[in-house]
T-cell receptor, first 111, second 117 residues
Protein backbone atom coordinates (compact mmCIF):
# COMPACT_ATOMS: atom_id res chain seq x y z
CA UNK A 1 0.00 0.00 0.00
CA UNK A 2 1.14 3.53 -0.74
CA UNK A 3 2.68 5.65 2.00
CA UNK A 4 0.96 8.82 3.19
CA UNK A 5 2.35 12.05 4.62
CA UNK A 6 0.35 14.27 6.94
CA UNK A 7 1.22 17.29 9.08
CA UNK A 8 1.82 16.36 12.69
CA UNK A 9 -0.66 18.84 14.09
CA UNK A 10 -3.08 21.59 13.13
CA UNK A 11 -5.26 24.10 14.93
CA UNK A 12 -8.70 25.23 13.89
CA UNK A 13 -11.14 27.72 15.37
CA UNK A 14 -14.49 26.38 16.47
CA UNK A 15 -17.13 26.92 13.79
CA UNK A 16 -14.60 27.25 11.02
CA UNK A 17 -13.83 24.70 8.35
CA UNK A 18 -10.94 22.37 9.11
CA UNK A 19 -8.92 21.36 6.06
CA UNK A 20 -6.62 18.41 6.66
CA UNK A 21 -4.14 17.64 3.87
CA UNK A 22 -2.63 14.29 2.95
CA UNK A 23 0.03 13.48 0.40
CA UNK A 24 0.06 10.06 -1.26
CA UNK A 25 2.25 10.60 -4.29
CA UNK A 26 2.90 6.87 -4.87
CA UNK A 27 -0.77 5.88 -4.92
CA UNK A 28 -1.73 3.21 -7.44
CA UNK A 29 -4.75 3.27 -9.69
CA UNK A 30 -6.67 0.72 -7.65
CA UNK A 31 -5.95 2.19 -4.22
CA UNK A 32 -8.58 4.02 -2.24
CA UNK A 33 -8.05 6.93 0.14
CA UNK A 34 -9.60 6.36 3.57
CA UNK A 35 -9.90 8.74 6.48
CA UNK A 36 -10.38 7.68 10.07
CA UNK A 37 -10.13 9.64 13.29
CA UNK A 38 -9.34 8.67 16.84
CA UNK A 39 -10.56 10.63 19.78
CA UNK A 40 -8.39 10.20 22.84
CA UNK A 41 -8.55 6.70 24.36
CA UNK A 42 -11.21 5.48 21.95
CA UNK A 43 -11.20 3.22 18.92
CA UNK A 44 -10.82 4.83 15.50
CA UNK A 45 -13.94 6.05 13.73
CA UNK A 46 -14.49 5.78 9.99
CA UNK A 47 -15.06 9.15 8.33
CA UNK A 48 -15.04 8.80 4.57
CA UNK A 49 -13.27 7.19 1.65
CA UNK A 50 -12.90 7.70 -2.09
CA UNK A 51 -11.15 6.50 -5.21
CA UNK A 52 -10.94 9.47 -7.55
CA UNK A 53 -14.14 11.46 -7.30
CA UNK A 54 -14.80 13.93 -4.53
CA UNK A 55 -17.03 12.50 -1.82
CA UNK A 56 -19.29 14.03 0.80
CA UNK A 57 -21.21 12.54 3.68
CA UNK A 58 -22.78 13.80 6.87
CA UNK A 59 -19.41 14.07 8.58
CA UNK A 60 -17.04 15.48 6.01
CA UNK A 61 -16.00 16.07 2.43
CA UNK A 62 -13.06 14.44 0.69
CA UNK A 63 -11.36 16.27 -2.12
CA UNK A 64 -8.94 14.20 -4.22
CA UNK A 65 -6.72 15.95 -6.73
CA UNK A 66 -7.01 14.98 -10.37
CA UNK A 67 -3.64 13.19 -10.33
CA UNK A 68 -4.68 11.50 -7.05
CA UNK A 69 -1.37 12.32 -5.44
CA UNK A 70 -2.96 14.25 -2.60
CA UNK A 71 -6.27 14.75 -0.89
CA UNK A 72 -7.91 17.02 1.65
CA UNK A 73 -10.43 16.12 4.31
CA UNK A 74 -12.79 18.97 5.07
CA UNK A 75 -14.81 19.27 8.26
CA UNK A 76 -17.16 22.12 7.29
CA UNK A 77 -17.92 23.47 10.76
CA UNK A 78 -15.46 22.16 13.31
CA UNK A 79 -16.61 21.72 16.90
CA UNK A 80 -14.65 21.01 20.04
CA UNK A 81 -15.71 17.36 19.75
CA UNK A 82 -13.81 17.12 16.47
CA UNK A 83 -10.52 17.38 18.35
CA UNK A 84 -8.83 14.09 17.49
CA UNK A 85 -6.01 12.44 15.54
CA UNK A 86 -6.98 12.12 11.89
CA UNK A 87 -5.48 9.32 9.84
CA UNK A 88 -5.24 9.27 6.07
CA UNK A 89 -4.76 5.72 4.78
CA UNK A 90 -4.29 4.44 1.27
CA UNK A 91 -5.08 0.85 0.49
CA UNK A 92 -6.36 -1.50 -2.13
CA UNK A 93 -10.02 -2.35 -1.86
CA UNK A 94 -10.75 -6.04 -1.49
CA UNK A 95 -10.56 -9.03 0.75
CA UNK A 96 -6.95 -8.63 1.89
CA UNK A 97 -7.31 -5.00 2.80
CA UNK A 98 -5.43 -4.34 6.01
CA UNK A 99 -5.48 -0.82 7.41
CA UNK A 100 -1.97 0.37 8.15
CA UNK A 101 -2.01 3.50 10.28
CA UNK A 102 0.60 6.24 9.97
CA UNK A 103 1.20 8.95 12.52
CA UNK A 104 -1.82 11.06 11.57
CA UNK A 105 -2.62 14.72 12.23
CA UNK A 106 -3.64 15.92 15.67
CA UNK A 107 -6.40 18.45 15.03
CA UNK A 108 -7.00 20.77 17.96
CA UNK A 109 -10.22 22.75 17.68
CA UNK A 110 -9.92 25.93 19.71
CA UNK A 111 -12.89 27.69 21.33
CA UNK B 1 -25.52 -0.05 12.65
CA UNK B 2 -22.06 -1.63 12.51
CA UNK B 3 -21.20 -1.71 16.19
CA UNK B 4 -18.17 -3.52 17.55
CA UNK B 5 -17.79 -4.14 21.26
CA UNK B 6 -14.82 -5.20 23.34
CA UNK B 7 -14.72 -6.78 26.74
CA UNK B 8 -13.31 -5.91 29.15
CA UNK B 9 -12.78 -2.19 28.59
CA UNK B 10 -9.88 -2.26 30.99
CA UNK B 11 -8.04 -4.95 32.92
CA UNK B 12 -5.21 -5.11 35.41
CA UNK B 13 -3.34 -8.37 35.78
CA UNK B 14 -0.24 -9.65 37.47
CA UNK B 15 2.90 -10.48 35.58
CA UNK B 16 2.92 -14.10 34.39
CA UNK B 17 -0.84 -14.49 34.13
CA UNK B 18 -2.92 -14.67 30.95
CA UNK B 19 -5.64 -12.27 29.89
CA UNK B 20 -8.38 -12.80 27.32
CA UNK B 21 -9.95 -9.92 25.41
CA UNK B 22 -13.17 -10.40 23.45
CA UNK B 23 -14.19 -8.59 20.30
CA UNK B 24 -17.78 -8.87 19.10
CA UNK B 25 -19.60 -7.54 16.08
CA UNK B 26 -23.05 -6.79 17.46
CA UNK B 27 -25.22 -6.21 14.42
CA UNK B 28 -23.32 -7.71 11.54
CA UNK B 29 -21.30 -10.77 10.64
CA UNK B 30 -17.57 -10.37 10.34
CA UNK B 31 -15.55 -12.84 8.31
CA UNK B 32 -12.40 -10.92 9.12
CA UNK B 33 -11.35 -9.19 12.31
CA UNK B 34 -8.15 -7.32 13.03
CA UNK B 35 -6.22 -6.79 16.24
CA UNK B 36 -4.18 -3.67 16.90
CA UNK B 37 -1.98 -2.49 19.74
CA UNK B 38 -1.36 1.13 20.63
CA UNK B 39 1.21 2.45 23.05
CA UNK B 40 0.84 5.92 24.60
CA UNK B 41 1.24 8.77 22.09
CA UNK B 42 1.85 6.32 19.26
CA UNK B 43 -0.19 5.18 16.32
CA UNK B 44 -2.04 1.90 16.02
CA UNK B 45 0.10 -1.08 15.11
CA UNK B 46 -1.56 -4.00 13.36
CA UNK B 47 -0.83 -7.24 15.20
CA UNK B 48 -2.80 -9.84 13.29
CA UNK B 49 -5.64 -10.59 10.93
CA UNK B 50 -8.20 -13.07 12.17
CA UNK B 51 -10.36 -15.04 9.76
CA UNK B 52 -13.37 -17.02 10.94
CA UNK B 53 -12.63 -20.72 11.07
CA UNK B 54 -8.95 -20.48 10.19
CA UNK B 55 -5.65 -19.56 11.76
CA UNK B 56 -4.79 -15.94 12.27
CA UNK B 57 -2.16 -14.23 10.17
CA UNK B 58 0.36 -12.38 12.31
CA UNK B 59 2.35 -9.31 11.31
CA UNK B 60 6.10 -9.51 11.33
CA UNK B 61 7.55 -9.30 14.80
CA UNK B 62 4.37 -10.33 16.63
CA UNK B 63 4.76 -13.54 18.61
CA UNK B 64 1.94 -15.91 17.72
CA UNK B 65 2.51 -18.06 20.80
CA UNK B 66 2.23 -15.08 23.08
CA UNK B 67 -0.80 -13.45 21.46
CA UNK B 68 -3.28 -16.23 20.81
CA UNK B 69 -6.14 -15.35 18.51
CA UNK B 70 -9.30 -17.36 18.05
CA UNK B 71 -12.11 -16.48 15.64
CA UNK B 72 -14.59 -19.26 16.23
CA UNK B 73 -17.72 -17.54 14.95
CA UNK B 74 -18.73 -14.76 12.59
CA UNK B 75 -19.35 -12.41 15.50
CA UNK B 76 -16.57 -13.18 17.98
CA UNK B 77 -12.80 -13.04 18.00
CA UNK B 78 -10.65 -13.35 21.10
CA UNK B 79 -7.10 -12.25 21.84
CA UNK B 80 -5.32 -13.96 24.73
CA UNK B 81 -2.14 -12.39 26.03
CA UNK B 82 -0.26 -15.28 27.58
CA UNK B 83 2.30 -14.95 30.35
CA UNK B 84 1.81 -11.21 30.40
CA UNK B 85 4.68 -8.90 31.27
CA UNK B 86 4.67 -5.17 32.09
CA UNK B 87 5.85 -4.37 28.55
CA UNK B 88 2.60 -5.89 27.26
CA UNK B 89 0.71 -3.06 28.94
CA UNK B 90 -1.01 -1.27 26.10
CA UNK B 91 -4.31 -0.30 24.49
CA UNK B 92 -5.62 -3.22 22.44
CA UNK B 93 -8.16 -2.43 19.73
CA UNK B 94 -10.02 -4.76 17.43
CA UNK B 95 -11.83 -4.02 14.20
CA UNK B 96 -14.22 -6.00 12.08
CA UNK B 97 -14.95 -6.01 8.39
CA UNK B 98 -18.53 -6.80 7.47
CA UNK B 99 -19.20 -9.79 5.26
CA UNK B 100 -20.78 -9.05 1.95
CA UNK B 101 -20.24 -5.29 1.77
CA UNK B 102 -18.45 -3.91 -1.24
CA UNK B 103 -16.78 -0.95 0.38
CA UNK B 104 -14.84 -3.05 2.88
CA UNK B 105 -15.16 -0.54 5.68
CA UNK B 106 -13.71 -1.57 9.00
CA UNK B 107 -15.51 -0.83 12.22
CA UNK B 108 -13.47 -0.47 15.37
CA UNK B 109 -14.17 -1.46 18.93
CA UNK B 110 -13.69 0.98 21.82
CA UNK B 111 -10.44 -0.66 22.90
CA UNK B 112 -9.22 -2.54 25.97
CA UNK B 113 -6.61 -1.01 28.23
CA UNK B 114 -4.34 -3.68 29.68
CA UNK B 115 -2.07 -2.93 32.60
CA UNK B 116 0.33 -5.63 33.74
CA UNK B 117 1.79 -5.12 37.21
Amino acid sequence: DAKTTQPTSMDCAEGRAANLPCNHSTISGNEYVYWYRQIHSQGPQYIIHGLKNNETNEMASLIITEDRKSSTLILPHATLRDTAVYYCIVRVGGATNKLIFGTGTLLAVQP
Amino acid sequence: GAVVSQHPSWVICKSGTSVKIECRSLDFQATTMFWYRQFPKQSLMLMATSNEGSKATYEQGVEKDKFLINHASLTLSTLTVTSAHPEDSSFYICSARATGLTNYEQYFGPGTRLTVT
